[in-house]
């Protein structure tokens, strides 16, 4: 179910409990400000999340509210993990979803980096 990206931040939201190591993840990158690993339904061969340490429900809730090395730190990483992945040549995707019209389904800010094939429409319902 899409969620409203303005509610309160869910501390047990999927994703805060994997960065508390209460849940598994198939890890592929972590640092400081990040923490990367593969989605559990991909969509493409490679499908990878990057979550921000901080508790942050959204691309704006997080660009509005978090300290600047948090914001650097955190689009630094998603540079890093997409080269670790070997999907920056030929090409990937990144991609955030928010609230019910962008059909986030976990309330913690995540973007999804999608490689490994070839892209064609940019929106497909
Ligand atoms: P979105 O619709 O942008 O909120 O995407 C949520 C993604 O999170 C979706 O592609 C599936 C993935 N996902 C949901 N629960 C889990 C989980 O427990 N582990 C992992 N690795 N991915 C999950």
Known sequence: MPIDPRLPYDENNIFARILRGELPCNKVYEDEFALAFHD???????????????????????????????IAGFNRAVGKVTRELGVDRPGYRLMINMGGHGHQEVPHLHVHIFGGRQFRCMICD
């Open 40 to 70: 559990i339904r991909p969509q493409a061969p490679v499908h990878v999340l990057v979550i921000p340490r901080g508790p942050y429900v959204s691309w704006d809730d997080f660009t509005l509210k978090a300290p600047d090395d948090e």
